[in-house]
C-alpha cells in the first residue's frame, strides 16, 4: 500500500485567539482591584454584580482612564487586529471597548453559561488559586465536559469530530479572545 498523504483542514466555527497579557498590565490590574476593594465608596460605585450573569462574590466595572492609562485598551486592541487580521487578511482600523470588568470568583461561585453583546470578547485571568477544587462527579466530568474552575467556551453541539466544548484551565496572564456571541462559563 503506498504511503497515504493527508492535511488536517482548520475545524469549522469560530476560532479563538490566546495572548499572554504583559506582566506591568497584570500587575496594574491586581492594584487597581486591590485599591478598590479597600475603597468602599469605588467598591460601591463600580460594583457590577446585578448587572452581570455570574454568581460571584465581586465585578468591578474599569474605569476608561484606567483603561487607557494602564495598558489594558492598548493591549487589547492590539490582540482584536491582528486576530482579525489572521483571520480575515484585513486590517481593522477602528477599535472601542464597550465595557471591561474584573470578576472576583471565589470558592462554589459560578458565572453561568452566558454570551456578550458586540462583536469580541474575552477573558483573562489575572489570580489563580493552587487548586481549583475537587470534583463531585469525576466520573461525569470526561462524559459531560465539565471541568469545574475552567473557562469553557461553547459552540455548536456534539458531532462526530467536532467537540463543542473547550475546556481552558485558568492560568495567570492568560487572555483569550472569541466572538462576543459564543456561549461561555
Known amino acids: 500500500m503506498s504511503e497515504i498523504k493527508f492535511t488536517l483542514i482548520k475545524h469549522l466555527g469560530p476560532s479563538v485567539f490566546k495572548a499572554e497579557i504583559p506582566d506591568d498590565v497584570v500587575n496594574k490590574l491586581n492594584d487597581y482591584i486591590d485599591n ?3 475603597d468602599k465608596k469605588k467598591s460601591s460605585k463600580l460594583d457590577l454584580g446585578k448587572e452581570l450573569a455570574g ?3 465581586q465585578e468591578f466595572s474599569l474605569e476608561p482612564e484606567f483603561i487607557r492609562s494602564s495598558g489594558w485598551l492598548n493591549f487589547l486592541g492590539t490582540c482584536t487586529k491582528k486576530w482579525v487580521e489572521i483571520e480575515t487578511k484585513q486590517i ?7 465595557r471591561s470588568w474584573i470578576v472576583r470568583q471565589f470558592e ?12 469580541v470578547s474575552g477573558a483573562g485571568f489575572l489570580k489563580v488559586p493552587n487548586s481549583l477544587g475537587l470534583h463531585t462527579q469525576k466520573s461525569k466530568s470526561d462524559h459531560m465536559g465539565y471541568l469545574g474552575g475552567h473557562l469553557q467556551l461553547i459552540h455548536g453541539s456534539r458531532m462526530f469530530l467536532s467537540p463543542s466544548i473547550i475546556n481552558i484551565k485558568p492560568k495567570v496572564g492568560e487572555m483569550y479572545f472569541f466572538p462576543a456571541y459564543m456561549m461561555h462559563c
Not at 481593522?92 to 464597550?98: E, G, Q, R, S
Request: no cysteine.
Open 92 to 98: 481593522i482600523k477602528k477599535f472601542n471597548i464597550d
Open 108 to 119: 462554589n461561585e459560578y458565572n453561568p453559561i452566558h454570551y456578550h453583546s458586540g462583536h
Open 55 to 57: 454568581d460571584v462574590t
Open 36 to 38: 478598590t476593594i479597600n
